[in-house]
């Protein structure tokens, strides 16, 4: 078997830059919803709590087409974001990474909050005792001992972004270079008479990256774990 | 001066705390039984919780006035808190904890010494451990010097010794001697057991069920039998002061020297010229009105009754003023009236030199001193 092809390359490139620009942008977002979730006493929680979970259980393509209509060049919000901050979502690679953002949103959001139910809330109180405030409690202690939640939120944000399908083609569709990650190269392979050795290829590559990034999740995870309990 | 001003009143459930006293030793203990309210005192102190209604002022400081809506948050207030359960921060090694307290305190403030602190507590060998390595004695002591380092007004030790053994406890006792003696920090130490206080502390301020029984310096308010048999504790007795005069290795006993008298009690290994806390308990001592004589016991304190108080069911407490120092002797009422016990009576007490439990026995000062 041959290696990739420069389109395939272009496809690989751009699975990674989406995963990673997603899991990035949802990280802060995601460390904030964690805590108001667990920690947060107001009213709408509820709420929040569902609308959190949302893309877990409703069809992709649903989740596409409200994407579709609030962030596309006429949705109220696209439209906003492209007058004041000049950025468009629909049919470039930003509208995919925003996509895999929020299908991914609550894996890692529900990994962080696990995180932050296990922490013994008695050492932030013995920390204000030695004088740190609030955000310094914060920082110094919480932070540190959440850690192990955040990095195996971020793989799995990571690995949702590498996979999703449903919601990117219908929010940007799958234009090469642009916007045809691997999942939707591989199903433009699949709609071609002879696209079963490149379907096979990139397959191939889809499985070594989900395999890398548990195996680096898994070797961070320990070292902190070490750090931070041991 | 004052060190602590405290009136405070919170409700919890069904649980009312009403308390009001003030401290100015070195050592204050907060006694009770469980559910007494030392906890939620201790608390309100140190910022972990807002009282109802009420007023905490500590060295002139006031940190809580409901009235006048002044609540300082814990992190301002300069208060050192140790916890039961030590609560070292997992993510750190000793040092590191033992040094997080100076984060947060400015430069000009930095009083206590890190070498001191590490020498006063005996941790040296322990700094680049990780808490998770350490014994129960071991982490309470790092807990300790953490809050010194933070350079606290008044140090919190909230039954800093509840959840170790008996040998953890005897480990870690001589240190807090040193720290109330030489530490330069008041503390306030919560406790419900009675060889505790009767060894660490100068003032000792009685709880039950949310009220103040009793407060006042160590010596005076544990020789009251009653308010501790109020409090549901029954363990009371006299605190006097003594000094190590000799040792009898032929019989392995040490001789003692307090103004009642000397006493005999089973080898210490003190050496002579330390100075001791003894406590003695009042089931375990005796009246007479003379001198006995064919007697087995080997401590006769001479002295004048001063007053007779009633106690719980057909006991008496006969307080004693033996050369200067108060003892309390627990008796019947039929012993009472066959006697003639009444105040100005010359009588002698009597006092087991077995009775001596080595538990009650505290260093009050470093032998150097």
Redesign the interface.
């Known amino acids: 078997m041959e290696g990739l092809s420069p389109e395939e390359w272009t496809a690989v490139r751009l699975s990674l830059k989406v995963a990673f620009a997603a899991m990035t942008a949802s990280l802060i977002p995601g460390v904030a919803v964690a805590f108001l979730l667990e920690r947060g006493r107001f009213w709408g929680r509820q709420a929040l709590d569902v609308l959190v979970h949302l893309p877990l259980v409703l069809p992709p393509v649903v989740v596409g087409w409200f994407l579709l209509v609030g962030f596309g060049r006429r949705g109220p919000i696209g439209a906003f974001m492209e007058e004041y901050f000049g950025i468009v979502f629909s049919f470039r690679w930003t509208g995919a990474a925003l996509a895999c953002a929020i299908m991914g949103f609550p894996l890692l959001v529900r990994a962080i909050r696990l995180s932050i139910a296990s922490v013994?809330r008695?050492?932030e109180?013995?920390?204000?005792?030695?004088?740190?405030?609030?955000l310094?409690?914060f920082s110094?202690?919480t932070l540190?001992?959440i850690l192990p939640g955040i990095i195996a939120g971020m793989v799995l944000s990571f690995a949702k972004a590498m996979g999703e399908f449903g919601a990117t083609i219908t929010f940007v569709s799958s234009i090469p270079g642009e916007t045809q990650t691997i999942p939707s190269a591989i199903y433009a392979y699949t709609q071609v008479p002879g696209g079963d050795a490149g379907a096979m290829r990139l397959t191939l590559v889809s499985v070594a990256i989900s395999i890398g990034a548990l195996w680096l999740s898994e070797w961070l995870a320990r070292r902190v774990r070490r750090?931070?309990?041991? | 001066m004052t060190i602590l001003d405290v009136d405070v009143r919170h409700e919890q459930g069904s649980f009312a705390l009403q308390a009001r006293f003030q401290s100015d030793g070195r050592l204050t203990a907060l006694f009770g039984p469980s559910g007494s309210g030392k906890t939620t005192i201790v608390n309100a102190i140190?910022?972990?919780l807002r009282p109802d209604h009420g007023r905490i002022t500590v060295k002139g400081r006031t940190l809580v006035d409901t009235k006048k809506g002044v609540f300082v948050?814990?992190?301002?207030?300069?208060?050192?808190?140790v916890?039961q359960?030590g609560?070292l921060?997992?993510?750190l090694n000793v040092r590191h904890n033992l040094l997080?307290?100076r984060?947060?305190?400015p430069e000009g403030g930095r009083k206590a010494s890190f070498d001191h602190v590490v020498d006063l507590l005996g941790i040296a060998h322990l700094l680049d451990r990780?808490p998770?390595t350490l014994s129960g004695g071991e982490k309470q002591r790092v807990a300790i010097g953490?809050?010194l380092l933070?350079d606290p007004q008044l140090l919190l030790m909230d039954e800093p010794l509840a959840s170790l053994d008996e040998a953890r406890k005897a480990e870690i006792f001589p240190y807090l001697e040193r720290l109330r003696d030489e530490g330069g920090v008041p503390i306030v130490l919560v406790s419900h057991s009675v060889s505790e206080i009767a060894r660490l502390a100068t003032f000792v301020v009685v709880l039950s069920e949310g009220q103040v029984m009793a407060s006042g310096p160590a010596a005076e308010v544990l020789r009251h039998t009653n308010v501790f048999a109020q409090a549901g504790l029954t363990e009371a007795g006299a605190l006097i002061e003594a000094r190590v005069c000799g040792h009898d290795d032929a019989y392995g006993l040490t001789v003692l020297e307090a103004r009642a008298g000397a006493l005999t009690v089973p080898r210490l290994r003190h050496p002579v010229g330390t100075r001791l806390r003894v406590r003695l308990r009042a089931r375990d001592i005796m009246l007479s009105l003379k001198a006995p004589e064919g007697l087995s016991a080997l401590n006769v304190l001479p002295g004048f009754i001063s007053s007779v108080d009633e106690a719980e069911g057909t006991s008496v407490d006969v307080q004693l003023d033996c050369g200067g120092d108060s003892v309390v002797a627990r008796v019947t009422r039929k012993s009472v009236d066959e006697l003639g016990l009444k105040p100005g009576l010359p009588v002698h007490a009597i006092i087991k030199s077995i009775a001596f439990d080595p538990e009650v026995l505290g260093i009050t000062q470093p032998e150097n001193m």
């Open positions: 013994d008695k050492l109180d013995a920390a204000g005792t030695l004088g740190a405030r609030p310094w409690v110094v202690v540190p001992l750090r931070v309990h041991a | 140190g910022g972990l948050p814990k992190h301002r207030r300069r208060i050192g808190t916890f359960e609560r921060f997992p993510h997080f307290g984060w947060f305190t990780r998770s953490r809050a933070a």
